[in-house]
């Protein structure tokens, strides 16, 4: 069957005349009968009754006469798309976008678009829901689509970053929140709300992110959905409501000081902005480095071409992690989950070396959203359990009675959770690295008369046991030949973490930032001589076996969050000030102590590290084993205990 038939059948049935058809069609009648007659002889049917001279549709000929229409337009758009193609200067391109992406972010692009290429035409066709985009790409209303919203799940949509975008809330300049850089949700709660309508890219990322964290808009004091963002904007200049929005959106009214936008820690990761294209376009429309030049580019490619070169090397970096785009298929399904399933976590809040692993993963709701919710794991519940210790003994204590199944440790205890003999966990990444092995240190009263490690013969030194402290005491005095001549004693803790009393002993060995804060405080000081050897000292995670056999994505979940609580420490300005507040320190004492990444001008710090450093294991273990009551640790099997390829999965 020929396009050309359905034309000339199209024709025939119009006029019911094959006379008046061949007129139109400018053919002789012989010619439109033998057309007809060769179509139905294809079909194997009639597609008219002749009644004398008068014709008349049959069933099958009325259904093609109704849906014939839509080949004859499908047939000519493809001509007309061609024809643009062909073009390549001349034609049209159809841009279809999310509404906060239409009025902060896309009007430079159109902009610098039209001065490149004047004699295409650009129209924006802006849509209220990620549904509706959706359906203008599959349906080729647009040619390509801006969103906020991934649409990768679709096999026929090819998605590329290229953008960053955050989530802010935001209030009126007279509100009482005005003031406030950072809040939680859990803080904002018994506010009025302002939201866009179910399904509009923003309110899909706010409620995709209070289901992760086992809430809904139903625990808030109340909210009152909008259609508009001028809507929104009245109610929080004239009703003091906050509104969840983009950055793209209130930026004049930021500009002015009318309105505030206040970081919120469950949206402290920025979202991206996508390109989608089809994907059965996606090929011919990538534009390379060599054809970037070429004038026979296509309107697509030419939009595609201008994105690449104005995106960020940040946007698509490796290293770069992003808050994960919500699903406008998927559904909570947490009411349906039959099982449940509890991750015990065993952290240490007030180690600073220990934060990105623990506290700020915690605050931020990071390992909510970045635990697997589909195959296997939709039919599951997940119960989290943050279980915080001032040191890594109980932790180790929790690994082996299978009362926790991940655990945060410095060197020393890291190294006792794999003593077992059948070594009941697996180290799966580092936490951070001190690589000078400075941050542990022995204390005294600044009115003692003990100035270097020579000077502890016959004292009393308090030390946390089976703590990174001991194990750096441990083989300093084991370096000194002074093991058997001083005498180590349990730390107590007091009412007051960073208080050391004076009379309980001559001095306290402890790690980064308990005796920072003694010395700060001006009742102590540094013994000297201790940790001669300078053995690196690391914070680490380990996993029970039955978590790495059992759930694997969950412990490569975990990492996952890791890595994205070191991102953000690491590239906001304002972490360090943010974790001071939740662990009641100065900040210079939380810079201090954890930088970002490693820089020699800058000894005594830990820094954010998760790569595994087997020598360093090796080292610890080989000095370690010398000291009565340690030689068990020459048997781990680092082979064995080391899983590194949890480690690749998230960098993969």
């Given amino acids: 069957m020929e396009v050309y038939q359905i034309r000339v059948f199209l024709e025939v049935a119009r006029y019911l005349s094959f006379t008046e058809a061949a007129d139109a069609l400018n053919l002789t009648q012989p010619a439109v009968s033998a057309k007809i007659k060769s179509l139905e002889s294809e079909l194997g049917t009639s597609l008219f009754y002749r009644l004398g001279r008068k014709i008349q549709l049959t069933e099958v000929g009325e259904f093609l006469f109704e849906e014939g229409a839509k080949l004859i337009q499908i047939e000519n758009q493809l001509i007309q798309k061609i024809e643009d193609i062909k073009k390549g200067k001349c034609g049209s391109l159809k841009i279809g976008c999310t509404m906060a992406l239409a009025e902060g972010w896309l009007p430079n692009i159109v902009f610098e678009y039209r001065q490149q290429y004047p004699s295409i035409q650009v129209q924006c066709l802006v849509f209220e829901s990620a549904e509706l985009l959706y359906q203008a790409m599959t349906s080729q209303t647009v040619d390509v689509g801006i969103s906020d919203v991934n649409f990768e799940e679709f096999s026929e949509l090819s998605t590329t970053a290229i953008d960053k975008i955050s989530y802010h809330v935001f209030v009126s300049h007279h509100h009482p929140l005005a003031k406030q850089r950072w809040m939680s949700l859990a803080d904002l709660r018994k506010y009025p709300w302002a939201l866009l309508p179910a399904g509009t890219p923003s309110r899909l990322v706010l409620d995709s992110r209070l289901s992760e964290l086992g809430h809904t808009l139903d625990g808030f004091l109340r909210f009152e959905t909008v259609d508009t963002m001028s809507l929104m904007r009245t109610y929080m200049m004239q009703g003091n409501y906050l509104g969840f929005a983009t950055n793209f959106d209130f930026q004049p009214e930021c500009e002015l000081g009318t309105m505030t936008a206040i970081s919120l820690q ?93 506290l700020i993963m915690q605050r931020l709701g990071l390992l909510e959203h970045f635990l697997p919710q589909e195959g296997r794991y939709s039919s599951i519940q997940y119960q989290i359990q943050w279980q915080d210790f001032s040191t890594g003994a109980p932790i180790v204590d929790g690994l082996r009675s299978r009362q926790l199944n991940i655990g945060v440790l410095g060197d020393y205890p890291l190294l006792l959770s794999a003593e077992d003999t059948v070594q009941n966990t697996r180290l799966i990444s580092f936490v951070s690295t001190n690589p000078d092995g400075s941050c542990n240190a022995v204390v005294v009263p600044h009115r003692s008369h003990l100035h270097s490690v020579d000077d ?129 320190l100065d900040p210079e004492v939380i810079v201090q102590i954890l930088s970002s990444s490693y820089q020699k001008t800058q000894p005594g710090r830990f820094f954010s590290e998760m790569q595994i450093r087997p020598d360093w294991l090796r080292l610890h273990i080989d000095q370690l084993s010398q000291i009565p009551g340690n030689q068990h640790l020459q048997a781990i099997n680092l082979n064995q205990w080391i899983h590194a390829d949890f480690l690749q999965q998230i960098r993969a």
């Fill in 456 to 584: 502890l013969r016959g004292r009393a030194i308090a030390v946390p046991l089976r703590s990174s402290a001991h194990g750096m005491v441990l083989r300093s005095l084991n370096a000194t030949r002074l093991l058997d001549q001083v005498n180590l004693i349990p730390f107590q803790q007091q009412a007051d973490q960073f208080e050391f009393s004076e009379q309980y002993a001559d001095g306290y060995a402890h790690f980064a930032p308990f005796h920072d804060i003694a010395c700060r405080r001006g009742q102590f000081r540094y013994l000297e001589g201790c940790n001669s050897e300078a053995l690196p000292a690391f914070y680490g995670v380990v996993v029970t076996n039955e978590l790495a056999d059992q759930y694997p994505e969950v412990a490569i979940a975990y990492l996952r969050a890791l890595s994205a609580a070191q991102y953000w420490y690491d590239t906001t300005p304002s972490a360090p000030a943010l974790v001071a507040k939740w662990t009641h």
């Fill in 266 to 358: 469950e949206f402290a990761l920025s979202g991206s902005v996508y390109l989608v294209v089809p994907r059965r376009l996606n090929q011919a429309n990538t534009v390379d480095s060599s054809s970037r030049r070429s004038r026979n580019l296509n309107p697509t490619q030419k939009l595609i071409n201008l994105l690449q070169a104005k995106t960020s090397p940040a946007v698509s970096a490796s290293n770069v992690v992003r808050l994960r785009s919500p699903s406008f298929v998927r559904r909570s399904q947490s009411s349906s989950r039959s099982e449940v399933l509890t991750l015990s976590i065993g952290v240490q809040n007030g180690t600073i070396p220990a934060i990105t692993a623990g």
